[in-house]
Structure formats: structure tokens, C-alpha cells
């Protein structure tokens, strides 16, 4: 089972700011199959990206994916409020795997 | 638009089962399989199995195998998730998904909260 490790667990970070966020992989990954989400406190995750670097359909243009092997990165351009929330990598060989999470919130 | 709407809220004792329901609408339900994902009380994302609503296929995660069971209903376009000799951590918050063609996970049910207390 691939093994997914976020980094870092928490980002502290001002509305206005750029937000990377990493993830690594134990094996390599398929690009094809990486995804990242949001989650906000009470609510169901929502898919940002597909495919390390495709936005879903309605997700604002400062979020981006990138990386591939086993080295994937979520990039938030500037922060909005609303972005203030948790974000998961996942990916998709023979199951699905998460990574644990890292939550980005207002310094 | 395409939409996933849960069951409701459990409470079982331990040892019980319960199955949750994940009625689907907007799309065509046979042509993509669904994946049942739970969230314990300020935790993380555990993937516990997929079905394929087209032929009822499944996959489970090892550590559910033996205890869970995923089916469908097409008729009703309504998937089904049954965990069975609930322990209190199988208190949850347990998602479905439906899972697209590059198997990303969208969209998601609101998500139906399970505890398991004496």
C-alpha cells in the first residue's frame, strides 16, 4: 500500500500569502491518479485537483497542482479567507490512500 | 446537478451493525462506481472500500474485510454500506463518494455520523 506524508501539519499564514503544501509519496505515484482536497470544519471534502495538476470543475485559478513520482505540491497563489481549512493528497494504485492532512490557518 | 444524499445519524452499542444509505441522482448511476470513506472525531481521511455500480464489484480496505459489505441498489440508484461487530472506534463520520474516471473522489455525501457507545 502506498503511503502518503503531508507536510507540513499545520501552515500559519495571513490571508494575502502564498501556501505550499507537500506531498510524498512511498512509492511512486501515477500523476494521473493524485488528487487534493478540501475540507472545512462540519463539511464533507471537496476535490480541488485531479490528476496532480487539473483543477475541478469551479475551483478558483489560484489553486494549482503540481510534481509528479513520488514529490507532489498544492499551491495557494494568495490566500482568501475562505481557504483557511484543511487539505488532503490522495492517490489511487491498486486502493485509494490519504495523506494525514495539513491544515492552513490565519497567523 | 449531481448529488449524493445520506442517511441519517446513528447511535449503535457495540457488537451491533449498521448500514448506511447513499441515494445518488444527476448523472447515470450504473456507468460509475462509489467509495465509502469515514472520518473519526478529529481525524483523517480512511478509504474503507469501492463498489462498481455497474456490476456490483468490490474492493474493501484489509483491516474492514470480513466486518463491512458495500452493495447497490440500481433501481433506486442507491448505494449501501453495512458495518457489522461495531467497536467505539468505528464512531465516525462516514462518507460516500462517487468516483469519477480518473478516479478522483467527486462529489460527496454530506455524510452520516455513526457512534458506537454502551
Known amino acids: 500500500e502506498i503511503v502518503l506524508a503531508q507536510s507540513p501539519g499545520t501552515l500559519s499564514l495571513s490571508p494575502g500569502e502564498r501556501a505550499t503544501l507537500s506531498c510524498r509519496a512511498s512509492?511512486?505515484?501515477?500523476?494521473?491518479?493524485l488528487a487534493w482536497y478540501q475540507q472545512k470544519p462540519g463539511q464533507a471534502p471537496r476535490l480541488l485537483i485531479y490528476?496532480?495538476?487539473s483543477r475541478a470543475t469551479g475551483i478558483p485559478d489560484r489553486f494549482s497542482g503540481s510534481g509528479s513520482g513520488t514529490d507532489f505540491t498544492l499551491t495557494i497563489s494568495r490566500l482568501e479567507p475562505e481557504d483557511f481549512a484543511v487539505y488532503y493528497c490522495?492517490?489511487?494504485?491498486?486502493?485509494?490512500?490519504f495523506g494525514q492532512g495539513t491544515k492552513v490557518e490565519i497567523k | 446537478q449531481v448529488q449524493l444524499v445520506q442517511s441519517g445519524g446513528e447511535v449503535k452499542k457495540p457488537g451491533a451493525s449498521v448500514k448506511v444509505s447513499c441515494k445518488a441522482s444527476?448523472?447515470?448511476?450504473?456507468?460509475?462506481?462509489i467509495n465509502w470513506v469515514r472520518q473519526a472525531p478529529g481525524q483523517g481521511l480512511e478509504w474503507m472500500g469501492w463498489?462498481?455500480?455497474?456490476?456490483?464489484?468490490?474492493n474493501y480496505a484489509q483491516k474492514l474485510q470480513g466486518r463491512v459489505t458495500m452493495t447497490t441498489d440500481t433501481s433506486t440508484s442507491t448505494a449501501y454500506m453495512e458495518l457489522r461487530s461495531l467497536r467505539s472506534d468505528d464512531t465516525a463520520v462516514y462518507y460516500c463518494?462517487?468516483?469519477?474516471?480518473?478516479?478522483?473522489?467527486?462529489?460527496w455525501g454530506q455524510g452520516t455520523l455513526v457512534t458506537v457507545s454502551s
Open positions: 490522495q492517490q489511487y494504485d491498486t486502493s485509494w490512500t
Open positions: 512509492q511512486t505515484v501515477s500523476s494521473s491518479y
Open positions: 444527476g448523472y447515470t448511476f450504473t456507468n460509475y462506481g
Open positions: 490528476g496532480a495538476s
Open positions: 463498489i462498481s455500480a455497474f456490476n456490483g464489484n468490490t
Open positions: 463518494t462517487r468516483v469519477s474516471n480518473d478516479l478522483a473522489l467527486d462529489p
